[in-house]
């Protein structure tokens, strides 16, 4: 089945500064690739999301990246803010079966 | 209306007890599924339902029982818990096509969850 590594497992970073999170995945057959935000307590949250058709996307303050032939994804938060510090996930999911895998997560803590 | 709504938030039982986590979405989402989240890790897929059938059972327990008895509607019937199966119990829901409904077309989007603490 699909595998997704993430890293950093926990970032810091100074306000203002750029997060960059990586992501890799093993089954060449996945196409969509969300990323979800997640504050302490509360749901997930769908940030930003790519599919494999597409090898950037970008909303504001936050691009996502895919290498379809490395199977590797990153998400890229510029102009860090307080209100950005939560848990990301990245998840990758096949064009068939409704099945969305989710890398370990990264601890993001935006330092004022 | 773009929310999943889980009930109840908050669930103590004993592993004797038999209970139930009910998950509703009125967005005309045809796959329906439940996570179960332990604190600090990622949500691990237990169950999806497709049309109202169930298409992914990830070797679950049989003391948790999924249902869905209807395109809205998805539960999660549990007895015989034990401790370990103390987690966040997420729900969510996402637009689906093709004859079983196995291409999913959109996000998934969750629902707050069901704090649950077996005793």
């Known amino acids: 089945g699909e595998n997704v590594e993430q890293h950093p497992s926990t970032l810091s970073v100074q306000e203002g500064d750029s997060a960059v999170i990586k992501c890799t995945y093993s089954d060449s057959a996945s196409n969509y690739f969300p990323w979800y935000k997640q504050e302490l307590g509360k749901r997930p949250q769908l940030i930003i999301d790519i599919r494999s058709n597409v090898g950037e996307k970008k909303d504001q303050r936050i691009a996502v990246t895919l290498n379809k032939t490395a199977k590797h994804f990153s998400l890229h938060i510029t102009e860090t803010q307080p209100e950005d510090s939560a848990v990301y996930f990245c998840?990758?999911?096949?064009?068939?079966?409704?099945?969305?895998?989710f890398g370990g997560g990264t601890r993001v803590l935006v330092k004022p | 209306d773009t929310e999943v709504t889980q009930t109840p938030k908050h669930l103590v039982m004993g592993m004797t007890n038999k209970k139930s986590l009910k998950c509703e979405q009125h967005m005309g989402h045809r796959a329906m599924y439940w996570y179960k989240q332990k604190a600090k890790k990622p949500p691990e897929l237990m169950f999806v339902y497709s049309y109202e059938k169930l298409s992914i059972n990830e070797s679950v327990p049989s003391r948790f029982s999924p249902e869905c008895p209807n395109s809205s509607l998805l539960n999660l019937h549990l007895h015989a818990l034990q401790p370990e199966d103390s987690a966040l119990y997420l729900c969510?829901?996402?637009?689906?096509?093709?004859?079983?409904?196995?291409?999913?077309?959109?996000?998934?989007?969750f629902g707050e969850g069901s704090r649950l603490t077996v005793l």
């Open positions: 998840a990758a999911m096949k064009a068939a079966g409704n099945k969305l895998t």
């Open positions: 969510a829901s996402s637009q689906v096509k093709g004859p079983r409904g196995f291409v999913n077309t959109g996000e998934l989007f």
